[in-house]
């Protein structure tokens, strides 16, 4: 296959703060064993936000990383693309706009996506399909910030499966004819059966801010329905997971047979288990975040800068970026690495 005219990674980019709290911290506050937060929710500690990392600040500092690796000048970027969270320095804000602006690609034009956790693989294949569509756009960065940790309430126990939500920043370049890491295809599921289900319920439309929202605690994220939206996840949770890894695959000419290495979000110890098994990969194919938690859409940049320092990818592997996100969203996206 050719990689001259594909489209390739030319670098990633990654902020972490340096705030940290601990496994035994995060039990403390729920009143849960130390154990299970370790070893079931798979959180020995993770990354939370200092007081100046701000979401669209961690995402400027990640894409700031990027292209000094990259060693392109920030004018020669056609599009910025933000893949950070709603939950911002300002409540409506285009943010790819002040990324734009403060990593200097005044030749760019910006906008802002959301799909949750599934942001990043969607926005892999989003800038993908642009570039091909459109000659003018070489040279693309998606970039963002995650600090959904700021909405969990520990007391909370219908929101458990969150508690491992954490903070960062991430950033891709990806470049018409890089000539190395070629984006292949991409496969997305939604499902609007859930799309209620997971809500933080009050400052929105339907609920304003009040000083009664405040006080009965309903800016945190919820869940509306924990047995009916468990019964109904866990139907078709794992399914949706493998299937858009299967089919991303599939698209790219491969199988599951040629994952080389899985860059996986954060999830309990089990289902990570599960998915590997599934694939028919070691542990030593892909990396458990447990030293850092849930980063949203960051994980998979995460784990594939983890695993290029580790030695766990190499000039030829194939590699598949996966992710799932409230609401329902299932995404992967596979890479033919170097």
Same mark, same amino acid.
């Not at 859930?194 to 000083?211: I, M, N, Q, W, Y």
């Given at each position: 296959?050719?990689?001259?005219?594909?489209?390739?990674?030319?670098?990633?980019?990654?902020?972490?703060?340096?705030?940290?709290?601990?496994?035994?911290?995060?039990?403390?506050?729920?009143?849960?064993?130390?154990?299970?937060?370790?070893?079931?929710?798979?959180?020995?500690?993770?990354?939370?936000?200092?007081?100046?990392?701000?979401?669209?600040?961690?995402?400027?500092?990640?894409?700031?990383?990027?292209?000094?690796?990259?060693?392109?000048?920030?004018?020669?970027?056609?599009?910025?693309?933000?893949?950070?969270?709603?939950?911002?320095?300002?409540?409506?804000?285009?943010?790819?706009?002040?990324?734009?602006?403060?990593?200097?690609?005044?030749n760019a034009w910006s906008f802002d996506v959301?799909?949750?956790?599934?942001?990043?693989?969607?926005?892999?294949?989003?800038? +993908?399909? =642009?570039?091909?569509?459109?000659?003018? $756009?070489?040279?693309? @960065?998606?970039?963002? *910030? !995650?600090?959904?940790? &700021?909405?969990?309430?520990?007391?909370?126990?219908?929101?458990?499966?969150?508690?491992?939500?954490?903070?960062?920043?991430?950033?891709?370049?990806?470049?018409?004819?890089?000539?190395?890491?070629?984006?292949?295809?991409?496969?997305?599921?939604?499902?609007?059966?859930?799309?209620?289900?997971?809500?933080?319920?009050?400052?929105?439309?339907?609920?304003?801010?009040?000083?009664?929202?405040?006080?009965?605690?309903?800016?945190?994220?919820?869940?509306?329905?924990?047995?009916?939206?468990?019964?109904?996840?866990?139907? +078709?949770? =794992?399914?949706?997971?493998?299937?858009? $890894?299967?089919?991303? @695959?599939?698209?790219? *000419? !491969?199988?599951?047979? &040629?994952?080389?290495?899985?860059?996986?979000?954060?999830?309990?110890?089990?289902?990570?288990?599960?998915?590997?098994?599934?694939?028919?990969?070691?542990?030593?194919?892909?990396?458990?975040?447990?030293?850092?938690?849930?980063?949203?859409?960051?994980?998979?940049?995460?784990?594939?800068?983890?695993?290029?320092?580790?030695?766990?990818?190499?000039?030829?592997?194939?590699?598949?970026?996966?992710?799932?996100?409230?609401?329902?969203?299932?995404?992967?996206?596979?890479?033919?690495?170097?």
């Open positions: 296959m050719n990689t001259a005219h594909g489209i390739g990674i030319l670098s990633t980019g990654i902020y972490l703060p340096a705030g940290r709290l601990s496994g035994k911290e995060i039990a403390a506050a729920a009143g849960l064993p130390e154990e299970v937060v370790e070893k079931k929710m798979g959180i020995k500690e993770k990354v939370v936000p200092e007081k100046d990392d701000h979401t669209c600040g961690m995402g400027i500092k990640a894409a700031q990383k990027a292209i000094d690796l990259a060693g392109i000048k920030p004018e020669e970027i056609d599009l910025v693309i933000y893949i950070g969270e709603e939950h911002k320095e300002y409540p409506l804000w285009t943010a790819g706009i002040k990324l734009q602006e403060e990593v200097g690609a005044t959301a799909l949750r956790c599934g942001t990043t693989v969607m926005a892999v294949k989003l800038a +993908k399909d =642009m570039m091909v569509a459109d000659d003018s $756009i070489q040279t693309v @960065l998606l970039a963002g *910030g !995650y600090r959904n940790v &700021d909405f969990i309430n520990y007391e909370n126990p219908r929101t458990r499966f969150m508690f491992n939500l954490a903070a960062g920043g991430g950033a891709l370049l990806l470049q018409k004819g890089a000539g190395k890491n070629e984006v292949l295809e991409s496969h997305l599921i939604t499902d609007g059966s859930f799309s209620e289900d997971v809500v933080v319920r009050a400052g929105g439309t339907k609920l304003p801010a009040s000083k009664e929202t405040i006080e009965q605690q309903l800016h945190y994220l919820d869940v509306t329905d924990p047995e009916g939206m468990k019964s109904r996840l866990e139907e +078709k949770s =794992m399914k949706n997971f493998i299937e858009v $890894i299967e089919k991303s @695959l599939e698209k790219s *000419g !491969y199988s599951t047979n &040629d994952i080389d290495y899985l860059a996986i979000l954060h999830m309990k110890k089990s289902a990570h288990e599960y998915v590997l098994k599934e694939l028919g990969l070691s542990e030593e194919q892909s990396i458990y975040l447990s030293e850092y938690g849930h980063i949203g859409q960051i994980d998979q940049i995460l784990s594939l800068e983890l695993a290029e320092k580790e030695g766990k990818i190499k000039p030829g592997d194939i590699v598949v970026l996966v992710s799932a996100g409230i609401g329902y969203a299932w995404g992967a996206t596979t890479i033919r690495w170097g």
